[in-house]
């Protein structure tokens, strides 16, 4: 009986390694091995007892930065083939501790072992083992809460994933990839039995630093390779189904929708219910044919449906709510509605249908709609949906800001974390914070924190800066960058900022680019415009006349008025760009009419001057007048009659 045998199955582990991220293993020799790696080092040369082990984070910090790292998929797949040629009987003879060194923070290397004393009543092994498998999965258990994209519980391998599932008690049912933030972040949607409440229940996790460490790119910075779009996915959907699902949604979002079925058919033939959801909605988009029929995707769908896949039965409710399929439609409507709540917990089958109606791509953009079913789910104890239909009456003009702000306080009082760092949000934005506003607000996020909610980071790194909270050992970075890991535009805003000033973080032109770059892909314009400016500028990094014309460009489409006004100088000295005077006067006009000083100076010059347009000295007045905070502009109203009655230079 090979050892095989009584682990999980050989598919499992292809997935796991693919998911890994592996890819073509540098040779050791050439890896130098940073001093950031040396604690990874000396502890797995050790091996100590676990309670002598460094606290997880850093360890796992330093593993990242070590030579194993490169090496970890390679020695993972080494000790599976030498599992598979070795029976049960003779598995003492293997060697665990040289395994175990390389596989340290791999949580499936610590079931695998065990299965081996146990067989062999190894009582002293198997409690160090054990010992150490408690390790690892308490620091995943800290790295998230496994809730939410952005609270991901961090894994290296999936394989990971699956064993924390069985040390929890849950029983996987199906899972996938997903990208978010503009391409930059991936995380597994995993759906999961949890017999212990008889529910099913959604869980995500990300190994993004893990793929980053070996493809020796920085981490979170993918974005500078085009995310995951461009890099993992077309490679993982070769043979993954989850990976097809994530590839086939790029694709319908590219306009190729033949090539997307193409690939949800093939996730779908290999057990992908996921696959199905997702190609009866590209089935229902308007104006979309496809070789399956309608009625052949919803079979897809009934079947993953008939699985208690929630997804799917998610789907059908709003299928049925919108009369788009036969039948009663009122009382299968009511009877999904039942049975999701029943097996996801109360309000989830309102949420989702709530999420259909804002997003408007199966059906038509129903607001009032999806406030009613938020309000709805809130009665019926989904905890965050009261704070969801709050966020969307006050984006649809419903609710009055201070009304809206005093329920946020109410609901966070009542343990909302969303609505704690929601409503600190708006006590921040009244301006300098009493004594007791800031120890209420402190502790408001604390407790969104605990959920990991990006927002309340970057909020609470800013009560930090702004000096009203206090916290002996902790920077306002320090939470700012807990925020920016999780794509949260404005922190990645400050903490490129910090970088780039040498504001409590050492300064570092290239980190402050990257994160204005990745950044910038959130489609956050300040982010566009400091990005230019340090590629017009050379600022740190080699300069790149055309990149800065890019990033302007992005900019200046949202109407940043900075952008506008360094994107007009480029157009009129031709830098990075063809000069074209026409456009660089109608770019700085746009800018000036946001209230850019600087562009209201230039025009000011372009007019009195009369080079690139036709000398008016009333508007070159006119635009000095408006830049008068401008010390050059100030120069020319305050000897306005000496340089006006000269020639024209």
Not at 233 to 240: D, V
Not at 288 to 310: E, H, M, N, R
Not at 356 to 381: F, H, N, P, S
């Amino acid at each position: 009986m090979k050892l095989l045998r009584w682990q999980t199955t050989a598919t499992l582990f292809c997935l796991c390694w693919l998911l890994s991220g592996c890819q073509q293993t540098p040779a050791a020799s050439k890896i130098a091995v940073p001093p950031a790696g040396q604690l990874w080092e000396r502890t797995a040369t050790a091996l100590p007892a676990a309670s002598d082990l460094p606290p997880y984070e850093e360890l796992y910090l330093s593993f990242l930065a070590s030579r194993q790292v490169h090496l970890s998929a390679q020695s993972w797949r080494q000790m599976q083939e030498q599992l598979m040629r070795t029976d049960i009987s003779q598995c003492l003879t293997l060697p665990w501790q040289e395994w175990q060194r390389q596989n340290l923070l791999n949580l499936a290397f610590y079931r695998l072992a065990l299965n081996c004393y146990q067989e062999h009543q190894q009582p002293e092994q198997q409690r160090k083992l054990l010992a150490y498998q408690s390790y690892l999965r308490d620091g995943i258990l800290r790295s998230g809460n496994g809730k939410a994209s952005f609270s991901a519980w961090r894994i290296s391998t999936f394989a990971d994933a699956h064993e924390l599932l069985g040390l929890l008690g849950m029983q996987m049912q199906d899972y996938h990839a997903v990208l978010g933030s503009s391409g930059n972040s991936m995380h597994y949607e995993v759906h999961a039995y949890d017999p212990a409440d008889n529910q099913l229940k959604v869980v995500f996790f990300e190994n993004q630093r893990y793929l980053h460490a070996i493809d020796g790119l920085p981490f979170p910075f993918v974005g500078l390779v085009d995310g995951w779009r461009k890099e993992l996915l077309p490679e993982g959907a070769k043979s993954n189904p989850a990976m097809m699902v994530a590839l086939a949604r790029v694709l319908a979002e590219e306009g190729k929708y033949a090539e997307a079925e193409r690939y949800l058919l093939t996730a779908i033939g290999q057990g992908s219910l996921q696959a199905r959801v997702a190609l009866a909605e590209l089935s229902l988009l308007p104006g979309i044919t496809l070789q399956s029929s309608k009625a052949q995707c919803l079979g897809w769908l009934t079947d993953a449906a008939d699985q208690d896949y929630i997804p799917a039965l998610q789907l059908l409710h709003l299928l049925h709510q919108q009369q788009l399929t036969g039948g009663k439609h009122q009382q299968a409507s009511q009877e999904l509605v039942a049975y999701i709540n029943e097996k996801s917990g109360p309000g989830h089958a309102e949420v989702q249908l709530a999420r259909y109606l804002l997003q408007g791509k199966l059906v038509k953009r129903d607001a009032a709609a999806a406030i009613t079913q938020l309000q709805i789910a809130a009665k019926a104890g989904h905890p965050d949906a009261a704070s969801f239909a709050l966020l969307a009456q006050i984006e649809h003009q419903q609710l009055p800001a201070a009304t809206a702000t005093a329920q946020l306080k109410q609901l966070a009082e009542q343990g909302s974390t969303t609505a704690a760092y929601l409503y600190v949000s708006d006590v921040m934005q009244l301006g300098d914070l009493t004594a007791d506003q800031g120890l209420q607000a402190q502790q408001l996020l604390r407790r969104a924190m605990l959920s990991f909610h990006p927002e309340a980071f970057y909020l609470y790194g800013y009560g930090l800066e702004r000096q009203w909270f206090n916290e002996p050992g902790r920077t306002a970075a320090d939470y700012y960058r807990q925020a920016a890991e999780r794509y949260f535009g404005r922190a990645m805003l400050k903490l490129g900022n910090m970088y780039r000033d040498g504001d409590q973080v050492a300064a570092d032109p290239q980190q402050a680019s990257r994160w204005f770059f990745l950044c910038s892909r959130q489609g956050v314009a300040a982010c566009a415009f400091h990005a230019g400016v340090m590629l017009d500028d050379g600022e740190g990094i080699p300069a790149d006349p055309a990149g800065a014309v890019r990033f302007y460009s992005f900019g200046a489409e949202q109407g940043y008025a900075p952008a506008l006004n360094r994107l007009a100088l480029l157009y009129l000295f031709g830098k990075g760009t063809k000069a074209d005077p026409a456009k660089a006067v109608d770019l700085l006009q746009q800018a000036a009419g946001k209230g850019s000083i600087s562009a209201s100076y230039y025009l000011g010059l372009l007019y009195f001057e009369g080079k690139v347009v036709s000398r008016n000295l009333n508007k070159a007045h006119q635009y000095f007048e408006q830049a008068r905070e401008h010390p050059n502009a100030r120069h020319y109203l305050d000897n306005w009659q000496q340089l006006s009655t000269q020639p024209a230079k």
